[in-house]
């Protein structure tokens, strides 16, 4: 992470363009946009990140897209888009089949990427995309963008620096109940062909990469169980379509340095919206972040005062704390779109380094071998070995 580092204050500011493509224009590529108009506004870099050309299927939605995001331009094709030479960089914001074909696309071509998570649909196409990206010589991350709120940033200086002592245990959830209802439409996200699973691959991703992230640690065994509550659901044309991936998704780990992990993700969890959160327990300590209250930290360390012990909450949103000083002053809090401007500026600050930015592509594999494991423990019933 390079923004934790003291701010590169002095930076001329806008001295060379940064020409992005981004493809694909509704959910993520809303908030990429936004991470591409903001970033220069907020961090000084070396480049100038300029929306360039925003890629689709259908002309009149990209217009639309074009003029709502500002793009200067839009476009349908995109082997004409990656043929270009005043695009820098391939910004993948599209669903999950499609990011291994556009990435070795654009890698061909000489384009730092972008991309999406998960990675990939298989860890066959993730390694694919690794080599491609060696092969090239161009700069790759993935946009696991949670990594990146301040309290987060600063939830892994604190296990690095060795405030927790040890760790022994995380505990991750990312629950939803945007599937609960029977009567929630069909989608992407309920054809494997389109997204390799449903809540596993979309949430456990984020919960996989974080844990990661904070502890260092890497997965070495899991043993999974799924479910699927509601095996049709309408399209938006009243078509009755097959669901064919997990409605829930909950596995152990066995982790490095013999750490034990529970993870648990679900789209069917009434009343639970966006509850993404992780819990470390080490020797000496624990901490909790969890997305719905973001900027907030809460610690618990032995080494406090028996009589005072407890569960404290840090407000990350002071300038000591990692990207905070980017913004407001101290305690003028932040919001979800932030994290993606943090994963670009970061990006941004690495093309022209030999600094690998993280998570790049070796890491969405790592994400995608304990996910690909995961659904075959769900399958066999057994213990299965994560190999990336
Ligand atoms: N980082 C996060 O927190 C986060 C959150 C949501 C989604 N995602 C990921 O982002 C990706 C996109 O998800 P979304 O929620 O934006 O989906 P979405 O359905 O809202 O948008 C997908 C976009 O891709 C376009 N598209 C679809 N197929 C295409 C193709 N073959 N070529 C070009 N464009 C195509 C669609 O027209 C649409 O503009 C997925 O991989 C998803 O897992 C990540």
């Known amino acids: 992470m390079v923004t934790s580092q003291p701010k590169a204050q002095g930076t001329a500011v806008g001295t060379r363009p940064l020409r992005v ?25 070396p480049r100038d990140v300029v929306p360039a050309l925003v890629v689709g299927r259908d002309a009149a939605r990209v217009e639309a897209a074009r003029r709502k995001f500002g793009f200067e331009e839009g476009g349908t094709d995109l082997a004409a888009a990656l043929a270009r030479d005043d695009i820098d960089v391939v910004d993948i914001a599209t669903p999950n089949d499609t990011h291994c074909g556009i990435a070795l696309a654009a890698l061909k071509a ?35 963008n949670y990594r990146r709120s301040p309290a987060a940033s600063l939830a892994q200086r604190m296990i690095a620096r060795g ?14 109940d945007w599937l609960a209802s029977a009567d929630s439409p069909w989608s992407w996200r309920n054809d494997r062909a389109v997204c390799g699973s449903g809540a596993h691959g979309d949430l456990n991703a984020h919960l996989i990469d974080m844990t990661r992230f904070l502890c260092g640690l890497e997965f070495e065994a ?16 009243g078509k009755l379509r097959p669901v064919d991936v997990d409605d ?15 993870f648990e993700s679900t789209r069917v969890a009434p009343g639970r919206k966006n509850h993404n959160r992780i819990e470390v327990s080490g020797e000496r300590g624990s901490l909790v972040w969890n997305l719905e209250r973001m900027n907030e ?23 000591v704390h990692p990207y905070a000083a980017h ?21 941004v600050l690495t093309l022209d380094s030999a600094q690998r ?21 769900a399958i066999s019933g057994r213990w299965q070995a994560v190999k990336g």
């Open 327 to 347: 913004w407001w002053p101290d305690g003028h809090i932040i919001g979800y779109e932030h994290t993606f401007v943090h994963t670009l500026a970061d990006f």
């Open 248 to 262: 829930a998704f909950a596995f152990l780990a066995r982790l490095s340095g013999g750490v034990i992990g529970t």
């Open 21 to 45: 493509a981004m493809v694909g224009h509704a959910f993520m590529g809303r908030a990429h946009s936004n991470a591409l108009r903001q970033v220069n506004r907020f961090f000084d870099l």
């Open 163 to 176: 405030d927790l002592g040890a760790i022994r245990q995380v505990r991750a959830v990312y629950l939803q």
């Open 357 to 377: 930015f993280r998570p790049d592509f070796e890491d969405g594999l790592a994400v995608q071998a304990v996910l690909e494991a995961a659904q075959k423990s």
């Open 110 to 144: 000489k384009k730092h990427v972008l991309c999406e998570k998960p990675l990939a649909l298989s860890v066959a196409d993730a390694r694919k995309m690794v080599a491609a990206a060696k092969k090239s010589g161009r700069h790759v991350g993935v946009w696991h």
């Open 222 to 237: 899991v043993c999974g169980i799924e479910q699927t509550y509601t095996k049709k659901r309408k399209d938006a044309a």
């Open 297 to 319: 930290l809460e610690v618990f360390r032995y080494d406090e005062p028996r009589d005072s012990q407890g569960f404290r909450t840090v407000i990350a949103m002071d300038g």
